[in-house]
């Protein structure tokens, strides 16, 4: 029997899929997705998502109908538990291949066996993690539950062709642990990366140098590390594109990060300032989990053993259709202390999957 879910619940986007997918393959529950991006003014599956099903399906030899762009249905029937083995997929766009590990990494993580796998697509999206927040942001926190991963950047990709590649490899786990992430402490450095390709370099340095000057004035130590690449460097994409990511990092370790992608028209310094903006709007709210990772740990809090509990600068509509899409397929208790909009204290007793 097909667990339905609603594609349109919530905020309505992609995340419903990548999520249930993942929830699917890992405790091998068919699902039935219908009004698939039904909000969106493309509505349905795009590329990238075409390619996160097929990749997590791979990896439980899954059944799969309606896996067609545009498709606003498609069932999902696991036939094994996941295995391990080395991936190749590519989305064939510029879509986000940090969004599509999404999707995948639940599922590596409770494989047989290590996984191995390479993705190609964007890996600097608008309304997408760059790759760096997946590595200094989200995989800290999940290596302390236990998971194992790396992820690697090998080359850039920007709209509209992408081309970019980012490998990623786990370890297997038997168990999470659940996590207690509920003060912030005392920040004690902010970096951060100003990166461009094919662009003049001098657009690193004024998104950087505007960053820099507003975190000082507001007393932060703040080092932003610039990267220009241009053709002769491998790790350079094939279309422009220009980007700046800033961490906060507490005494504690727990990091706060922020970004913002270049925009044609748009002066350097302002994408500068609106990081610098961003991150001071975050820190200001004195939790410890960013609004947008406060989203990506609903899936493995509710995998965890034990009671989970965090605090969130901003309880966004990502995270409630996460939280809910979550307790539908997991069964998870959860409790949410806090509205929309405003920070929030989440606590969720896991049902503590465990792989063997």
């Known amino acids: 029997m097909f667990i339905e879910i609603d594609g349109s619940m919530g905020e309505g986007g992609g995340q419903i899929l990548r999520n249930a997918v993942a ?3 890992v405790l091998l529950k068919p699902v039935r ?8 003014s493309n509505p349905g599956l795009r590329p990238q998502h075409l390619t996160a099903v097929k990749a997590v399906g791979a990896l439980c030899s899954a059944e799969v109908s309606g896996l067609s762009v545009g498709s606003l249905e498609i069932f999902f029937k696991p036939s094994k538990r996941p295995q ?58 999940i290596e302390k539950m236990g998971g194992r991963f790396n992820v690697e950047l090998v080359k850039r990709g920007f709209y509209p062709r992408g081309g970019g590649i980012v490998r990623a490899s786990s370890i297997p786990v038997d168990v999470l642990k659940p996590l207690k992430l509920v003060e912030i402490r005392k920040v004690r450095k902010i970096s951060g990366l100003s990166y461009s390709c094919r662009l003049p370099g ?22 932003i590390i610039r990267e220009a ?17 800033l961490l906060a990092e507490t005494e504690d370790g727990t990091v706060i990060g922020v970004d913002r992608l270049g925009e044609k028209g748009v002066p350097s310094e ?10 001071l709007d975050e820190l200001s709210r004195n939790a ?12 493995w809090a509710c995998l965890a053993e034990g009671i989970s509990q965090y605090r969130v600068t901003n309880l966004t509509r990502h995270t409630i259709t996460s939280l809910e899409l979550c307790r539908i397929l997991t069964n998870a208790k959860i409790k949410v202390d806090g509205v929309e909009g405003e920070p929030a204290t989440i606590t969720i007793e896991g049902i503590g999957l465990k792989r063997r």
């Open 229 to 245: 690449l241009q053709p002769d460097n491998p790790r350079c994409s094939v279309d422009p594109g220009c980007g700046i990511i």
């Open 33 to 40: 997705i219908k009004n698939i991006r039904v909000k969106r």
């Open 84 to 141: 391990g083995g080395f991936l190749n997929f590519d989305a064939g766009t510029a879509g986000s291949t940090t969004l599509m590990l999404q999707s995948l990494m639940p599922t590596m993580c409770y494989a047989s066996k290590p996984v191995n796998v390479e993705l190609r697509g964007g890996t600097n999206n608008p309304m997408a993690p760059p790759v760096e927040y997946l590595q200094q942001v989200l995989l800290p926190i």
């Open 270 to 279: 302002r994408i500068g300032e609106e990081a610098a903006k961003d991150l």
């Open 23 to 25: 929830l699917s393959a």
């Open 202 to 223: 001098h657009i690193v340095e004024r998104m950087a140098n505007t960053a820099e000057n507003i975190l000082r004035r507001e007393g932060y130590d703040v080092e």
């Open 288 to 299: 410890p989990v960013d609004k947008h990772l406060g989203d990506q740990l609903v899936i």
